[in-house]
């Protein structure tokens, strides 16, 4: 198999990436990072003269730009869009400009480029809600929001560039959770374990709602290992990336095993009844994936975080928050 040596990673400054970009280094990869860097300018290693990183500060938007630099490298790994509902719904047209309109120009470009392998992020939230306890990738898509049917809609355009020339792997994570540079606090384990360290409560909503979760340890060694796979393996697939389904209570319960029991849980109530499940029986089964860190890890390392003042000023500052980021960023 022909290495992919050269990595472009749209987004790679994000909560993910900025976890994901070292491991491919680490793995032996030059990595390019196009990012805005909305959330600050340093989340990833410093790249200096010779180095395996290279920083490119730009727009997905703009194909001038990534008709520039998309010549050279093998990969792509697409992580960049106006992530989650709240944050698309802030501006719709935004949304759908980076989400939608983008899309098909970044993979046709990438194709002409020369490019050999497109791995898109999409998200479990395109199945909207299924009565099915396991929710496996043959069932029907019915996704429930702009964001979600945008996702749903770019995994066609990209199933249709499959070729023997141009692989494309398309992946469903469940909610990823867990400790990066570029720190979220408004997922769903990690907004419990924030509020449990700086509140002393634990406010649920409902409770009996189930949430897909992740490790972002766990989802970022699977881009890697995406990479490393021969093409047949992984040509055109889509897969769930998931790993503890557990309801809202049940995620309230670890935080408050693992935080102590000072902590106060209250239960609200909630118009919002949306329950998400996904099986990741097929990845497993197709290529042996098997994710090695819980829920309950996730919550460990983000407490070792908050006490070794790693996540300072956690309910305040508008970094951690999309909504509150992309609201002062006035993005057009």
């Not at 395996?52 to 730009?65: C, H, P, S, T, V």
């Not at 355009?157 to 990823?176: E, K």
């Not at 700086?198 to 995406?226: S, W």
């Amino acid at each position: 198999m022909q290495e992919l040596t050269t990595i472009l990673v749209t987004g790679g400054a994000g909560y993910v990436g900025s976890v994901l970009v070292p491991k491919l280094i680490a793995a032996g990869h030059r990595v390019r990072v196009l990012d805005l860097f909305l959330f600050g300018e340093n989340v990833l290693p410093q790249a200096k003269d010779g180095s395996a990183l290279e920083i490119i500060k730009g727009d997905l938007r703009d194909q001038e730009l990534l008709a520039r630099i998309l010549p050279g490298c093998d990969a792509v790994i697409h992580l960049a869009c106006i992530s989650n509902d709240p944050s698309f719904e802030l501006n719709p047209e935004l949304g759908k400009s980076i989400n939608y309109d983008a899309f098909r120009p970044l993979v046709k470009i990438s194709r002409e480029s020369g490019v050999r392998r497109f791995i898109y992020a999409s998200s479990s939230s395109v199945y909207g809600v299924k009565k099915e306890e396991k929710v496996t990738e043959e069932l029907s898509l019915e996704p429930l929001t702009d964001y979600s049917k945008y996702k749903a809609v770019c995994e066609d355009i990209l199933r249709a560039y499959q070729s023997p020339d141009f692989t494309t792997v398309t992946l469903r994570p469940a909610t990823v959770c867990g400790y990066s540079p570029r720190l979220r606090l408004d997922l769903t384990v990690n907004i419990l374990t924030n509020h449990a360290v700086n509140n002393g409560r634990i406010r649920v909503f409902g409770g009996a709602q189930f949430r897909p979760n992740l490790h972002i340890e766990d989802m970022t060694d699977l881009y890697v290992e995406l990479l490393r796979l021969p093409a047949e393996r992984v040509a055109g697939k889509v897969w769930n990336a998931g790993y503890d389904n557990l309801s809202v209570r049940a995620i309230a319960d670890l935080v408050h095993q693992s935080v102590g029991e000072q902590v106060e849980i209250v239960t609200e109530p909630t118009d919002d009844l949306r329950s998400y499940r996904v099986t990741s029986e097929k990845i497993r089964e197709e290529i042996g994936f098997v994710p090695k860190y819980t829920v309950s890890d996730a919550v460990d390392d983000l407490l070792a975080a908050f006490r070794a003042d790693q996540i300072p000023d956690a309910m305040t500052d508008k970094r951690y928050y999309n909504i509150k980021t992309m609201q002062a960023a006035n993005l057009e």
